[in-house]
């Protein structure tokens, strides 16, 4: 009982703990955030740099000889035309053949 009556008291008072290392976490602490922040406003800075830059088409390559016909665009798929059935074909009651 008294073993436990010492420790409650012990509880009750403020533990001594060093300054020195908790300083020290704190300066790092803050050393990182400054890291990080200073390295977050230059890649904001960055992209704001890029976005600023104007667009424009690249000119096409000129050549001595002639320039080459623009292609036609073509479509990425196209759907076959099915093939019309005679009309000879078709007779009612009779099932088409393929």
């Known amino acids: 009982m008294d073993r436990a ?3 409650a008291e012990r509880d009750a008072l403020p533990s001594d703990r060093p300054v020195l290392p908790r300083l020290l976490g704190f300066l790092l602490a803050l050393a ?46 196209v759907v076959p035309v099915e093939p019309e059935l005679p009309v000879e074909a078709e007779t009612p009651g ?3 053949t393929q």
């Open 5 to 7: 009556r010492r420790h």
């Open 32 to 77: 990182v955030m400054g890291v990080l922040l200073l390295a977050f406003d230059r890649f904001l800075a960055s992209m704001q740099r890029f976005l600023a830059l104007p667009v424009v088409d690249p000119e096409p390559a000129k050549s001595a000889s002639a320039p080459a016909p623009v292609p036609e665009s073509i479509p990425a798929y």
């Open 94 to 96: 009779v099932p088409p």
